[in-house]
């Protein structure tokens, strides 16, 4: 079945890199995908991969994708006191009979930035 | 702003009652997903619609159901309400172009049960 874990907590100091690190156990995972949740809001998407990528770059966000390892991270550069939120990783699987993909969210990783 | 529409935002309500959330999608897409957050079993995927059919059901209680009406909007429909589940409880839209799983989240409506 499909399962993803991510820590909890990261703390960061504004400017620095944040790195947030997911691990899930479906190896037929198509897309993965990091959501971000500001308090009080719904979740946003931020920027999905195709499995058979490793790398996807957009502005201040590098996403990374291990798929032996089935370990995705995202990397935040330069990281900013309004990037503090709670991350989710999420992946899916190929519908059934051609259907939509439905993701499976982690737990979430709250990102605390201090200046 | 995602586009989706959630009402109520919050709810306050009793053991035993019945309540309904309403969503409205993203203008264009067809498909509506519902999911339920909370502390302890963190985001879970309820039922997905797909042009007012259902699609696919994930962990959605018998007590629970939905419905997508032909104007695409969506109902989830929560009765002999529990303690247990309070929670916030999540629309998402998406199927507007191609089958990617991008989700489009409304901002939520937290029902508490007292």
């Known amino acids: 079945g499909e399962d993803v874990e991510q820590s909890l907590f990261l703390s960061v100091r504004e400017g620095d890199s944040s790195v947030i690190n997911c691990t899930y156990t479906?190896?037929?995972?198509?897309?993965l995908y990091w959501y971000k949740q500001e308090p009080g809001a719904g979740l946003q998407l931020l920027t999905y991969?195709?499995?058979?990528?490793d790398m996807k770059q957009d502005q201040r966000l590098t996403v990374l994708l291990n798929k032996k390892d089935k370990h995705l991270s995202l990397r935040i550069a330069d990281t900013q006191t309004g990037d503090s939120a709670i991350y989710f990783c999420?992946?899916?699987?190929?519908?059934?009979?051609?259907?939509?993909?439905?993701?499976?969210f982690g737990r979430g990783t709250s990102l605390i930035v201090h200046p | 702003d995602s586009g989706v529409t959630q009402t109520p935002k919050h709810l306050i309500t009793a053991t035993g009652q019945r309540v309904t959330l309403r969503c409205s999608p993203r203008?264009?897409?067809?498909?509506v997903y519902w999911y339920q957050q909370s502390l302890d079993q963190g985001l879970q995927f309820l039922i997905h619609?797909?042009?007012?059919?259902?699609?696919a059901k994930g962990n959605i209680l018998e007590r629970f159901s939905a419905q997508q009406f032909p104007d695409l909007h969506s109902e989830l429909n929560l009765s002999s309400l529990e303690l247990g589940d309070s929670a916030l409880y999540f629309c998402?839209?998406?199927?507007?172009?191609?089958?990617?799983?991008?989700?489009?989240f409304g901002e939520g409506s937290r029902l508490t049960v007292l």
């Open positions: 991969i195709f499995s058979n990528m």
């Open positions: 619609y797909y042009n007012g059919e259902e699609r």
């Open positions: 203008s264009g897409d067809l498909s």
């Open positions: 999420a992946e899916s699987i190929p519908p059934p009979g051609g259907g939509s993909y439905i993701p499976t």
């Open positions: 998402a839209s998406g199927g507007r172009g191609a089958n990617t799983g991008e989700l489009f």
């Open positions: 479906d190896s037929s995972s198509t897309y």
